[in-house]
């Protein structure tokens, strides 16, 4: 701040326009980034002549001109398990593409240059050749030979270790959303480490429930927004970390005192550790399931309990919540439990935070619900599948419209809820686009100030959208 007071105001003015620029370019190389997995995918699918190819093609390819308006070139390099845009980390589509990230390391490419002159059909030779098997290019001589040997020559790949990592002094502070990140490589880990040896690290669990408890103690608030991260590809992963999010918040709501929030979240994080021992297929397949696969998905929370219980250090308390999330507040889920007239309260916590990330995530089999319905359905349902207690104190703290709900405001804005606190109809928000849906530079508008409530240009809040109608990640403005 000091430096930037010395400074002059029209280089100040520059200044934040380089900002903005630059803050536009990164936007924009995530969406290459984005469209080209899109794409990749698509290839390894279908034909390359498909309707579904030929569309992501032309969806990368508007995305690559929108980002060539501000670069001459799109860049990335991978350095360890991450993606860099132009020496920045980036770690939302390091741990979002972490498949992609392994297959780049598998296939020895330390970076991808693409330049401006990229055609459709170049682009997608070089996909059909990216996809074949890391032993099918080394017997082919390498991607390098390969590419060359099919006349690709907009988009060239560097050899791993170009690129060096800045020495940690350089990188930017831990942020929330890193540690947000780092939370789900925590979860990913154990779990590949309970299904190779049955061994869970209770040290790393513990560390992760930590960290996001002080998150939580410092600013409830903006860790609800990043409870919003979802991932579509690798739901377990990220669900376990918005339920860990949800429970501590909601659990320091009534209050716990820290040592009951620490197994509260253990078990938060761990409930659906059980889900390792059903297939991916099961566990995503759209249509009604068998009998048996019924059994087996009504299972895992016996079968979470059990590999808990063999974990030394696991408290009880966090076992049970594995054991009961599914038990429902009358105790007609899954599994049935003799002898006891409600689950325990962590369980409970647990069920109404599990329950509302999944209802909020767009699955094979369901589209997501906006944070607004996922609420009501909570409020239909209290007292039969929910505690209507830990549901009304789930609602004073998300508010009507939770942080990260996409809203259209009554002066036809659109905006992105931002902060919840005092009442909860009239949040903070960020608007992002005018009357006319034009794109507007993100601000930030209290609406509990009187002058939004009322007269003309007033910006109640009317209805929510859904992000994928409106096109918009409200996770980009948060
Ligand atoms: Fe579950």
């Not at 690559?64 to 350095?79: E, I, K, P, Q, W």
């Not at 959303?177 to 939370?183: F, H, L, N, T, V």
């Not at 320091?252 to 253990?266: F, N, V």
């Not at 059903?278 to 696969?293: D, M, N, R, W, Y």
């Amino acid at each position: 701040m000091n430096e930037e007071t010395t400074r002059d105001e029209g280089s100040l003015k520059e200044g934040a326009l380089d900002y903005f620029h630059y803050r536009g370019s990164v936007e924009r190389a995530r969406e290459v980034l984005r469209l080209f997995q899109a794409a990749k995918k698509a290839v390894a699918i279908y034909p390359l002549n498909h309707e579904i190819c030929l569309n992501s093609f032309a969806e990368f390819m508007n995305g690559f001109r929108d980002f060539l308006a501000r670069r001459d070139a799109f860049s990335l390099h991978v350095v360890g398990d991450e993606f860099f845009f132009e020496g920045r980390l980036m770690a939302r589509e390091s741990v979002l593409y972490y498949q992609l990230v392994k297959e780049f390391q598998a296939k020895e490419i330390g970076g991808l240059n693409i330049s401006a002159g990229l055609e459709p059909g170049e682009f997608a030779e070089f996909l059909y050749q990216l996809n074949r098997s890391a032993e099918e290019l080394r017997a082919l001589g390498g991607l390098k030979q390969v590419m060359a040997a099919s006349g690709i020559a907009n988009i060239t790949i560097d050899e791993p270790g170009t690129w060096k990592e800045k020495p940690p002094e350089a990188r930017e502070p831990s942020t929330a959303r890193e540690e947000y990140y780092d939370a789900v490589n925590v979860i990913r880990e154990l779990a590949d480490q309970v299904v190779s040896d049955r061994r869970l690290s209770t040290g790393k669990a513990n560390r992760v429930v930590g960290v996001m408890l002080n998150r939580v103690g410092e600013n409830r608030s903006a860790v609800l927004g990043l409870a919003t991260i979802k991932s579509y590809d690798e739901y377990t992963s990220f669900h376990s970390v918005n339920v860990l999010i949800l429970s501590l918040a909601l659990g320091s709501m009534l209050p716990l005192d820290r040592s009951a929030l620490m197994i509260l979240g253990t078990g938060a994080l761990l409930h659906d550790l059980g889900k390792i021992t059903i297939p991916q297929g099961v566990l995503t397949k759209t249509g009604p399931l068998t009998a048996q696969e019924w059994e087996m998905m009504r299972d895992h929370p016996a079968r979470g309990a059990d590999i808990l219980l063999a974990q030394p250090g696991v408290h009880p308390l966090s076992v049970m919540i594995a054991y009961e999330h599914h038990a429902r507040y009358d105790m007609t889920g899954y599994p049935r439990i003799a002898n006891k007239k409600l689950p325990g309260l962590f369980s409970r916590i647990v069920q109404v935070c599990d329950v509302y990330d999944a209802m909020t995530t767009t699955r094979p089999y369901q589209r997501a619900r906006t944070p607004d319905q996922a609420m009501r359905v909570l409020v239909k349902e209290m007292g039969s599948t929910f505690d209507p207690l830990l549901v009304k104190v789930f609602i004073d703290m998300m508010g009507i419209y939770p942080v990260g709900t996409l809203v259209r405001l009554a002066s036809g804005e659109t905006a992105v809820v931002y902060e919840v606190s005092g009442d909860p109809a009239w949040p903070r928000v960020k608007v992002i686009r005018d009357a006319e849906g034009g794109e507007v530079e993100p601000y930030l508008v209290d609406l509990a100030r009187l002058a939004e409530k009322v007269g003309e240009g007033g910006r109640a809040i009317m209805h929510s959208i859904h992000p994928e109608d409106a096109g918009i990640d409200p996770q980009d403005y948060l």
